[in-house]
């Protein structure tokens, strides 16, 4: 089964959660620790990835450390063609459709298409938008941010990004972000596409968690609060309460 077999199979059923780690925040070690917990614990799938500090050697090491502690996928979450690993189960093919920059929207995707196909890792074609604050990531994607009181521009942005044929929309509020994308607005891009609606940036408690996926998150992703917890009964009820399982 494909990355993307198991993503549309497992959403059909209910909402996923995804944790997010960043190869340039600890030791590959203890990303693969983290994982096997976060695994434990009923998370669906480890994201591999970060807005800087990313490179060949700690983003390879990281994946084949955390590949041989969990059985779930992991999936690479890039920040540019300058590092893609051939470890990873798939990675998310990309675009930042609101940056002000065509870097983003298109050209390292285009440096990047030949050297995914020849290491032969398996592209999940997405559409990533950036909501306010955007944190470190918007401002690195050069972003104009969606505004939080502007649901429908928003919900363009993501129809826009199943037209143009994207497996999957994703509205990010940034790493580390106060506050988690707007409920209003993950309701309203939910209402207006039909791929899976993946949902990150400032989940870090279990009422955030539940909101999110109530507002019709299909995917929730949670980075920051899994690397700053002590990977105990929170990060537990956190996910139970994002797969609505708690």
Partial sequence: MTVKDYIYEKVKKGTMHMTLLDPAKQSPERAAEMAAVAESMDTDAIMVGGSTGVTQENLDATILAIKKKVKVPVIYFPSGAHAISPYA????????????????VVLQQVKGAPIVKKIQVEPLSMGYIIVEPGMKVGEVGKARPIPRNEPKTAAAFALAAEYMGMGLVYLEAGS?????????????CKKSISVPLIVG??????????????AGADIVVTGTVVEDSDLGDDLRRLIKAAKGTA
């Fill in 89 to 104: 189960d798939a990675m998310y093919f990309m675009s930042m459709l609101n940056s002000t920059t065509v870097d983003n």
């Fill in 176 to 188: 580390g972000a106060p506050e988690a994308v707007p409920e209003e607005m993950i309701a309203a």
């Fill in 201 to 214: 940036g400032g989940i870090r408690d279990v009422e955030t968690a539940a909101r999110v996926r109530m």
